[in-house]
């Protein structure tokens, strides 16, 4: 019973939260989808016990991007694939953030979608892949990093953590300091122009750092080709060095003037000296090899670390250039995107026809219309005020009870006291308010511009309706625990409604919005799933609908349903028929044939459910 309660409730729900975020909201269809404009729901899915959850936060979501996107620069900053992920990153944390500023438990409905995705898998682990696109390795940082700092969605945090790390790994350090710099930023974005512009100036410093890689690639290269031509050089050098000895060597075969015996005596000396020169070259020939091996190694270990460094920086200019020109498929899709085909995939669930939940429009404001209506009613508004707070008063008490001890001696009990009772102390306990929320719909469809006094050309239905609903409604909000509300249907020539008081506010500074207007049919359907999502909203924990109508509503299969999910809901209903019978519709009914008791029956109707709350 409970689940089928929901699903009753389910598109009465939603229809209160697109009131309370000021968007339109149909439920019905297969796909989750907004036009900028309202937002569709697909029909709540009995099977899945979390689709509720999901559904509000998509709600929340879709509704903060309708209330605070600006959809024209939104548009014009997806001119690449990596811009527009970071703009729709930048922008979903903007709007979640200042929706949940406006409404302060839209936080706990987007973590609730959050905590889902993380535990049915429907976030990709980063870092698993180990073929991941620098481009989605920046995008995820974002998502992961910004959801868990900024909106507090700390069922993230591990994922943040995981994508930083990727993000160090990939990344050059430069890119890596000046980027969290720029997030810095990222609470303090007013518009959707600053998300695209924050995102500019990350591909701006992307670029930046490309071209810094490039040009250390390019420096490191030089510097390696230097060191070649200075190696040739030195080898030339050598190789002409080696010639001049071949030289000198020739001029020593020649005869010169010295003596024959001096000749004899160097040739010994020089003898001599080589065998020393070989003996010591014997003994330090290992520690000459080692040396040679050593400085080899030396060079060879520098000239593999210039090579490491240059193909570093290359990869890194490499890695910072595939970002810039990422595609669709290199970037990750955008959260609710993933919420949207999860909504989508859930199996249809018969029960649920697509519901047009309507649009609220504001009433057409006469002050001085607005304040002769007051005028008229003011008068019998107070005497019914009067008799209804003295009733409910009176019926907030229990019948008293005699006690041993108490505050108050109720007199007519004292001659207990001479037989030894001593029950003289009368304690009454006084009930709670009627803490009830009523909503009147008045029917303002053309056929109420009809006399209902045919002597009196200016006496129509809709001005007595009108002025039995401003007179009821005056009543009411003088009660404690009593919260009232007043809508008009239809709006032209349309299914949308016209609240001309809604829960909360008070009548007289609304006077001038009493217009008695008249247009097209009866779409009781719509009308109903805006009064049931009004009362739903309120705190009040009683909720009455009462129906003051004149005519077969334009679709009475319609007008059973929300009818019977307004009962399953727990919603009250009344039907106030106008020279027309409601019991077909509704069970709690009556049919007023004079019109003038109108005022009176409200009354006693009002009277009634009060004192039975």
């Not at 980063?126 to 700390?154: C, E, M, T």
């Not at 026809?353 to 609220?360: E, F, G, K, R, T």
């Not at 050309?457 to 001005?463: C, E, G, N, V």
Request: charged letters at 25%.
């Amino acid at each position: 019973m409970k689940n089928l309660t929901l699903n009753n409730a389910f598109p009465i729900v939603a229809a209160a939260l697109g009131n309370k975020f000021g968007v339109n909201v149909r439920v019905g269809g297969q796909d989750a989808y907004t036009d900028g404009k309202s937002i569709n729901i697909p029909a709540y899915n009995l099977e899945d016990p979390s689709y509720k959850d999901v559904a509000w936060g998509y709600l929340a979501h879709e509704a903060a991007h309708v209330r605070f996107t600006d959809m024209v620069d939104f548009r014009n900053g997806a001119t690449s694939p990596i811009r527009k992920s970071i703009v729709n990153i930048l922008e979903d944390i903007r709007i979640e953030k200042m929706m949940q500023e406006s409404y302060p438990g839209t936080k706990r409905t987007t973590e609730k979608v959050v905590e889902h995705l993380v535990k049915t898998g429907g976030f990709q682990i980063v870092g698993q892949d180990q073929n991941i696109h620098p481009a989605a390795v920046l995008s995820q940082l974002l998502l992961f990093r910004l959801r868990n700092d900024v909106l507090g969605q700390n069922a993230l945090s591990s994922y943040a953590d995981t994508a930083e790390s990727l993000l160090e790994d990939t990344f050059p350090v430069g890119a890596i300091t000046r980027l969290a710099g720029l997030l810095s930023e990222v609470p303090d974005l007013d518009s959707t122009r600053d998300c695209v512009r924050l995102a500019d100036r990350i591909l701006r410093m992307i670029e930046e750092e490309q071209e810094k890689e490039q040009e250390k690639a390019r420096q490191q290269q030089q510097s390696q080709d230097q060191d070649s031509d200075d190696s040739s050089s030195q080898s030339q050098s050598n190789s002409a060095q080696d010639e001049d000895q071949t030289d000198d060597g020739s001029d020593d075969s020649q005869p010169d003037s010295q003596p024959q015996s001096d000749d004899t005596q160097d040739d010994q000396d020089d003898q001599d000296q080589s065998q020393v020169q070989d003996s010591q070259q014997s003994d330090d020939d290992g520690n000459d090899l080692d040396q040679q091996s050593g400085q080899g190694n030396t060079q060879s270990a520098g000239s593999s670390s210039d090579q490491s460094q240059d193909v570093d920086s290359e990869q890194l200019a490499q890695i910072l250039s595939s970002v810039l020109s990422a595609g669709e498929d290199d970037v990750p899709d955008d959260l609710f995107e993933a919420v949207q085909e999860l909504l989508g995939q859930q199996p249809r669930n018969a029960y649920d026809s697509d519901v047009d939940l309507p649009l609220a429009i504001d009433p057409v404001r006469n002050q001085s219309i607005g304040n002769a209506l007051i005028s008229r009613v003011l008068n019998e508004s107070g005497k019914i005020r009067a008799s209804l707070q003295g009733l409910v008063q009176s019926s907030r008490y229990d019948r008293p009870v005699n006690k041993r001890s108490g505050n108050r001696i109720d007199g007519r009990k004292l001659s207990r006291l001479v037989q030894g009772d001593s029950r003289v102390f009368e304690r009454r306990n006084h009930r709670q308010a009627p803490n009830t929320a009523i909503h009147l719909l008045v029917d303002g469809s053309g056929s109420m511009n009809g006399l209902y006094d045919q002597s009196k050309p200016s006496h129509r239905m809709i001005h007595l309706a009108m002025e039995s609903a401003v007179a009821l409604a005056l009543a009411l909000e003088g009660i404690s625990g009593v919260n009232p509300a007043v809508t008009r249907f239809p709006y032209g020539d349309t299914s949308n409604v016209v609240p001309l008081l809604k829960h909360g506010q008070k009548v007289r500074p609304n006077a001038a919005v009493f217009s008695a207007m008249t247009d097209g049919g009866t779409p009781l359907d719509s009308a109903l799933w805006y009064a049931a999502a009004s009362v739903l909203a309120t705190r009040e924990e009683r909720k009455v609908i009462m129906v003051l109508t004149d005519g077969q509503p334009d679709d009475e299969r319609s007008a059973k349903s929300i009818i019977h999910r307004c009962e399953a809901t727990g919603i009250e209903l009344v039907g106030i028929g106008i020279a027309f019978d409601t019991s077909h519709l509704f069970d709690n009914s009556i049919c007023i044939n004079n019109v003038s008791e109108l005022r009176s029956e409200l009354f006693r109707i009002s009277r009634d459910l009060l004192l039975a709350a």
